[in-house]
């Protein structure tokens, strides 16, 4: 409404228990004069500006923008930094926020007659790698600090519009594009990228030609040797055109090949962006409510339940919104990333579920480049470890309240959550994360057999004294466990994942007052009975083995006293059956596989210090 003919409120409102909070739009004038004056106003915040804002400018003050960050950003990269290798649609590395992190002899083809350059019609590649980089400049160009960069950029085009492979090539032709970026940096770790996947996902989990190339790459040449690699896959977009598709198409659309990898860190996407411009589309609302599902995200929920579970990560992806009936996708509900066409549009809106993989390959970026001693699979793990489900994925319910049932859905559609870089990179007094990286045999010939070989029992250096004096103080233990396995993509059976991964690992906490004996003996009898879907009660996991089993990364809550918590102290990792042993004639039986076991205790007593307890037991290596 008008108020005076002066000043514009917006219609909608937010209402909290001592508070209202409204949009307003006035001179500074007409502020001074006005709103000031009132005993009613509690504070005035400037509004976050939408993507919108950007791509509305003209191209000077979009370049102003534009110049302004790259001012602020510090580049503090070095010959052997960090490097997220973009396989996409090219990359015009022109733009004044990519040059200086892309160098042009980091870019390739694997087709040299078709250049290095973005030839996407509307450009995405470089929208891939400004984002990769910058995150959503939505937010970083309206922060006035200084921002430091320490990973660089690789760009190999593996795709042209008018150019397309056959089908049965993808696998063949990623294999040559990531040969082609280690040739060019040979020594440097790398972040493997692609939002490039099929148009559909008829194979519903099952190993592809394609995934299993990307599971072979993610492995490397040899089970414990450095040559593995983190590939952050998008899961493939659901195309939404009518208000009544969603959520149910996003149900039914099955995640894209190749994103099905047991090795991959696929993305889905979920969105926070909510705000449309009144002025251009009076009426509009936001398709779905923040921090729900957005409606580029496929699921899993179609897929048998021997196959991983996908996506892992969710992040943000942007939304549609609802006016007149029908769907708009206007700016203001995606991010914002750099434009192909930089001289005439620097600033260009992005998203779906490729912004959201391009978000979660600059996270695995920047905790490379922090702890450069972690494995590909540390840091997939603890990625995967620091995520969460908000209230609108858990329908504002707690996890424990869900059923196994509702617990794979959840799983299937938002994977374990949204991402936590600050939770992964660092920890609290009141929290606690140990990691351990090992290696482990998991079979040996014994004979003409092949049998199960090594387990491997962690002991914990819980605070013990601390946890003990907290009692009935409630404290919650979360657990991921992340390897890589090798794919055997020639038998046709695939009714059970063990005739395509190599191995599988498992993880058992000792139960309260058990003896490491009869610890040792239970783990030894449920890994005989996995396949009969054998389990054990007693250590009282919130999600439990059958639902969190799948793939090759698993993850699980417990919470109780913090009492109970410090007697159980160990850990137990375990193999579990896979072609190594049942094809003993490729002769895989004495391999060796690594693992990234990631544990910790929350406290919500923030008086509490677990963190130093335990420097005065262990050697911190990281």
Same mark, same amino acid.
């Given at each position: 409404m008008l108020v005076d003919n002066i000043i514009v409120v917006a219609e909608r409102r937010l209402l909290f228990p001592e508070h209202i909070v409204r949009m307003v739009r006035c001179t500074a004038r007409e502020l001074s004069t006005t709103i000031l004056y009132s005993d009613k106003l509690a504070e005035l915040r400037k509004p976050k500006e939408a993507a919108n804002f950007f791509t509305g400018l003209d191209n000077a003050d979009a370049n102003d923008w534009v110049q302004d960050l790259r001012n602020r950003t510090i580049n503090r990269t070095t010959d052997d930094s960090v490097i997220i290798c973009i396989l996409d649609t090219g990359v015009n &590395? +022109?733009?004044?926020? =990519?040059?200086?992190?892309?160098?042009?002899?980091? /870019?390739?083809?694997?087709?040299?007659?078709? +250049?290095?350059?973005?030839?996407?019609?509307? #450009?995405?590649? @470089? *929208? /891939?790698?400004?984002?990769?980089?910058? #995150?959503? =400049? @939505?937010?970083?160009?309206?922060? !006035?600090?200084?921002?430091?960069?320490f990973h660089r950029l690789e760009s190999i085009k593996l795709i042209h519009p008018n150019n397309p492979h056959q089908p049965e090539l993808y696998g063949a032709v990623t294999e040559e594009a990531i040969a082609r970026a280690t040739i060019l940096n040979p020594v440097n770790k790398r972040i493997l990228t692609m939002a490039v996947t099929a148009t559909d996902g008829r194979d519903k989990g099952k190993p592809s030609s394609w995934s299993s190339s990307i599971d072979k790459i993610a492995f490397g040449e040899a089970g414990t040797t450095n040559d593995k690699s983190l590939f952050c896959i998008s899961s493939g977009n659901t195309d939404i055109n009518h208000v009544s598709e969603y959520p149910q198409k996003n149900i039914e659309? $099955?995640? %894209?090949? *190749? !994103?099905? !990898?047991?090795?991959?860190?696929?993305? #889905?996407?979920?969105? %926070?962006? @909510?705000?449309?411009?009144?002025?251009?589309? &009076?009426?509009?609302?936001?398709?779905?409510?923040?921090?729900? /599902?957005?409606? $580029?995200?496929? @699921?899993?929920?179609?897929?048998?339940?021997?196959? !991983?579970?996908?996506?892992?990560?969710?992040?943000?992806? +942007?939304?549609?919104?609802?006016?007149?009936? +029908?769907?708009?996708?206007?700016?203001? =509900? &995606?991010?914002?990333?750099? #434009?192909?066409?930089? &001289?005439?549009?620097?600033l260009h809106s992005f998203g779906d579920t490729s912004g959201a993989t391009a978000l979660a390959s600059r996270y695995a970026a920047m905790l490379t480049s922090q702890y450069p001693m972690l494995w590909p699979e540390t840091i997939k793990g603890l990625l995967v470890h620091s995520a969460d489900w908000n209230s609108e994925m858990l329908a504002n319910r707690n996890i424990e309240e869900l059923n196994n049932p509702e617990q794979r859905d959840l799983l299937r559609t938002y994977g374990y959550g949204m991402p936590d870089f600050q939770k992964a990179v660092r920890s609290a007094n009141n929290s606690l994360t140990l990691i351990a990286q090992e290696s482990l045999s998991p079979f040996v010939l014994d004979g003409s057999t092949v049998k199960t070989n090594e387990m491997h029992l962690h002991s914990l250096p819980w605070p013990t004294e601390v946890l003990t004096a907290l009692f009935d103080s409630e404290v919650t233990l979360t657990a991921t466990l992340c390897y890589f396995i090798e794919p055997n993509p020639g038998n046709k059976q695939y009714s059970k994942s063990y005739y395509y991964q190599s191995h599988g690992l498992r993880f058992k906490m000792i139960d309260s007052g058990e003896s490491i004996e009869h610890f040792r003996e239970r783990v030894n009898r449920e890994a005989r009975m996995e396949d009969q879907g054998g389990t054990y009660s007693g250590e009282s996991w919130i999600i439990g083995n059958k639902v969190r089993d799948k793939g090759s990364t698993h993850k699980d809550i417990w919470k109780g006293t913090a009492a109970d918590l410090a007697t159980r102290n160990t850990v137990a990792i375990f193999p579990v059956n896979g072609w190594w042993r049942t094809r003993k004639k490729l002769l895989r039986y004495n391999n060796s596989v690594r693992y990234s076991l990631i544990l910790s205790i929350d406290s919500s007593n923030n008086d509490i210090d677990l963190y130093n307890p335990v420097l005065n037991q262990i050697d911190i290596l990281i």
């Open positions: &590395r +022109g733009h004044p926020l =990519l040059e200086d992190f892309l160098p042009e002899r980091n /870019m390739d083809s694997v087709n040299p007659e078709w +250049g290095n350059a973005d030839t996407d019609r509307h #450009g995405h590649g @470089t *929208p /891939m790698a400004g984002t990769s980089l910058y #995150g959503d =400049l @939505t937010d970083i160009l309206q922060d !006035a600090s200084n921002i430091e960069i659309e $099955s995640i %894209h090949d *190749p !994103a099905q !990898a047991f090795n991959a860190l696929t993305i #889905g996407s979920i969105t %926070h962006k @909510t705000v449309i411009d009144q002025a251009q589309f &009076r009426g509009a609302t936001p398709l779905v409510q923040a921090g729900g /599902m957005s409606p $580029s995200n496929s @699921t899993s929920l179609s897929w048998e339940n021997n196959w !991983a579970l996908k996506p892992e990560l969710v992040l943000e992806g +942007g939304n549609y919104g609802i006016h007149n009936d +029908g769907i708009i996708d206007p700016d203001s =509900l &995606r991010l914002l990333s750099i #434009g192909k066409n930089f &001289r005439t549009e620097p």
